[in-house]
């Protein structure tokens, strides 16, 4: 098992800095997700940690020993790429074994490892088989295979889901965490899937433009968002942030809505609430406390809730209501919401206050 750690690590294109001075310590054993959009400079962190990108500046440490001379050979790294990357002539077991029948590993060895992988990933049955006779899923588990036999210090994953379709995906994200439990190496995975990195991480390294917006757990990303772009990417539907201004004890908002609860400094602000967290009041009950009113824009029933956008004040609100609450578009909405569970980001800067 390993260590990793990242000093200042940076990659510029041209004049793009594609990855901007990232600093990041990673435990023995830890499995960490960096999530952001595309372009934000994830794979190319990733492929720097492998040795397949040169860092224009920073270092690179695994268990304390600086790697950026090595070749990628000799990094004791196994990376699973978006598209499989499995050898089409060679059947399930020789794609599996061919890493260590490159570093002359004895064939008997090498046949069981192939095969203790097969157990764990349950795809024994697929061994004789080659790439274009298995489905997504199980070609998906042969890169895995491949990667476990090899016994790295490090596992990288370079959005491995990616190509499956939402079931499979759901299923691979399950099994990926049992996985974890049998097979507990440090690991690096990208995505740009936050319910990916919401489900597997240890930690979360959310990237903004080739920089580090914020570094924690998948509870402390999700319930204290770092700024207004974490709290916007990181949720689904995402974090609603309603423009304002903070006025002693009440924020007042641009849409005319006013309620007590502000703090700090009077200043410009963005004032966030989760769709989950507004509450809706029926027809003809009073609204006590802080709310809001408007008109539905547009119905989705889930079964066990309803996504509605909700217009309030030329501003348009995701909120996550109980089934049937909401049936049409043009029904008027009041949504209870508790102003002590805002989050508030300062407009200027867009960090959390």
């Not at 310590?25 to 990108?53: H, N, Q, Y």
């Not at 491995?160 to 995906?169: G, H, Q, T, V, W």
Request: charged residues 25%; glycine residues 10%.
């Amino acid at each position: 098992m390993a260590t990793l750690a990242l000093r200042g690590l940076g990659k510029r294109f041209g004049a793009v800095d594609a990855v901007a001075g990232i600093d990041l310590d990673i435990a023995d054993r830890e499995f960490v997700v960096l999530v952001g959009p595309s372009g934000c400079g994830k794979s190319t962190i990733l492929r720097m940690i492998a040795g397949l990108e040169v860092p224009t500046s920073g270092e690179i440490a695994i268990d304390g020993v600086v790697v950026n001379e090595r070749e990628p050979k000799d990094r004791d790294i196994a990376m699973v790429f978006q598209d499989y990357a499995l050898y089409p002539h060679m059947t399930v077991a020789q794609n599996m074994g061919f890493a260590l029948k490159y570093r002359r590993v004895a064939r008997a060895e090498i046949a069981e490892r192939v095969a203790a992988a097969a157990r764990l990933l349950e795809i024994e049955p697929l061994l004789s088989r080659t790439p274009r006779q298995l489905s997504g899923g199980q070609r998906q588990r042969v890169a895995m295979g491949r990667a476990i036999v090899r016994d790295p210090k490090l596992f990288l994953f370079d959005e491995p889901l990616s190509n499956l379709d939402a079931k499979l995906r759901v299923q691979m994200r399950t099994e990926l965490k049992q996985l974890r439990v049998r097979v507990p190496t440090t690991t690096v995975y990208v995505t740009h899937d936050q319910v990916e990195a919401m489900t597997l991480a240890d930690r979360i390294v959310v990237l903004n433009q080739g920089r580090v917006e914020q570094v924690g757990t998948p509870e402390e990303i999700y319930d204290t968002p770092a700024s207004v772009f974490v709290a916007g990417f990181m949720g689904a539907p995402a974090m609603n942030l309603l423009p304002g201004r903070v006025e002693g004890r009440r924020f007042i908002l641009e849409n005319g809505a006013e309620f007590d609860g502000g703090r700090g400094d009077d200043r410009e602000v963005w004032c966030g609430v989760r769709p989950e967290e507004l509450r809706w009041v029926p027809p003809g009950q009073k609204a006590n406390g802080a709310h809001l009113t408007g008109t539905a824009l547009a119905v989705e029933p889930l079964g066990p809730d309803t996504l509605v956008a909700v217009d309030v004040g030329g501003a348009t609100i995701a909120c996550r209501l109980p089934p049937r609450s909401v049936r049409a578009a043009g029904e008027r909405v009041t949504l209870a919401l508790d102003a002590s569970r805002l989050h508030v980001f300062d407009r200027a800067s867009g960090r959390r206050l």
